[in-house]
């Protein structure tokens, strides 16, 4: 495999389309419907558990493919240093917006999986244990930046 960087899912979503690429390794969003509408076929999702926008298509471990957990997330974040009554008014407007039922109607048909860190600080720490693990994948493989 030769890996080619995309500045973004769009353009590398069209040239798996049009064929000019073989595969992609990408978040749900800008995939999704392409999946359903048969334009592009799902090989394996790289989460812990199946997800239900698509319960047809096993995850790596069930592939064969031993401990490669690879989870999207997104995440509000502010400057080092952002005074706490800010951080907390932040949080509590994510929190109300995330459990809104329109916009999880809005959201869940797109792939987007609730859940994760429900703190700041469980953030943090999910931010580290994230770091940690992709440090030692980096030193383990000798993977080096050209």
Do not use: C
């Amino acid at each position: 495999m030769n890996h080619i960087p995309y500045k973004g899912s769009g353009q590398a979503v069209v040239d798996l389309i049009a064929g000019q690429v073989n595969s992609n390794f990408d978040t749900m969003p800008p995939v999704l419907e392409h999946i359903r509408a048969g334009r592009l076929r799902a090989l394996a999702i790289s989460t812990p558990q199946r997800l239900p926008q698509l319960a047809q298509v096993p995850t790596f471990e069930e592939k064969g493919i031993r401990g490669f957990d690879v989870t999207n997330w997104y995440s509000v974040m502010g400057p080092r240093g952002l005074p706490r009554e800010i951080v907390a008014r932040v949080d509590e407007a994510v929190r109300k917006a995330m459990n809104d039922p329109d916009v999880r109607a809005k959201l869940d048909p797109q792939g987007v999986q609730f859940g994760g860190p429900q703190t700041p600080e469980a953030f943090r720490d999910f931010i580290r244990a994230e770091n940690t693990k992709y440090a030692k994948m980096v030193k383990d493989l000798n993977i080096r930046a050209e």
